[in-house]
């Protein structure tokens, strides 16, 4: 059993192998590296201070949560991340300079605060708002586009009455009705 374990060593391969980790041993001799870490190993304090830095709960936590470090690392090595990174990391600085930053840890770390956002942020009236989203911005539009263009005054009942034929007022005139329903009805219930 020992033979072939010698013969196994003797490959030339592993000759090879074994005469630079012999150079390299030499070099770490001369350097004086051999007889430092030699004297710190024989210092019993000093080894237990490195054990200890070694193995306490935050070493074991990561050797336990490996696999799920090696998916993080993953994405933060894919092509265009570092970039996407330095991004985030420029705009969280960005908000901390400015102060936002700070009063937004503050209402996260408040749970009365929160409650109170996330309640106001998801009743029925904002999921209304989302889903007549595209109604709430055909409308904003609408109101722009009028004010950008030139607008004819109404002087006279006669200037409303030749509006009236066309077809778009009256639309319009429909949809302002209703909306005006609508505010009778909510001024109506409080």
Same mark, same amino acid.
């Given at each position: ?35 430092? &870490?030699? #004297?710190? *190993?024989? /210092?019993? %304090?000093?080894?237990? +201070? $490195?054990? @200890?830095?070694?193995? !306490?709960?935050? =070493? ?43 009063? &937004?840890? #503050?209402? *996260?770390? /408040?749970? %009365?605060?929160?409650? +109170? $956002?996330? @309640?106001?942020?998801? !009743?029925?009236? =904002? ?64």
């Amino acid at each position: 059993m020992e033979v072939q374990a010698i013969d196994k060593m003797l490959t030339p391969d592993n000759l090879m192998t074994i005469n630079r980790v012999l150079d390299l041993l030499g070099t770490l001799d001369r350097m004086g590296f051999i007889d430092l &870490i030699n #004297g710190a *190993l024989q /210092d019993d %304090e000093l080894v237990s +201070k $490195i054990m @200890g830095a070694m193995i !306490n709960d935050n =070493t074991l936590t990561l050797i336990t949560q490996m696999s799920n470090l090696g998916s993080i690392f993953k994405v933060i090595t894919s092509e265009g991340v570092d970039e996407d990174l330095k991004l985030v990391f420029k705009m969280l600085s960005s908000l901390r300079q400015s102060g936002i930053l700070d009063p &937004i840890i #503050g209402i *996260l770390n /408040d749970q %009365e605060s929160l409650g +109170k $956002i996330m @309640g106001s942020l998801v !009743n029925d009236k =904002t999921l209304q708002l989302i889903n007549n989203w595209d109604s709430t911005l055909d409308l904003i539009n609408a109101v722009g586009n009028a004010m950008k263009t030139e607008q004819k005054p109404v002087k006279s009942v006669i200037d409303i009455y030749r509006m009236m034929k066309d077809p778009e007022i009256q639309n319009g005139l429909g949809v302002l009705f209703g909306i005006i329903r609508e505010l009778g009805k909510l001024a109506k219930t409080k």
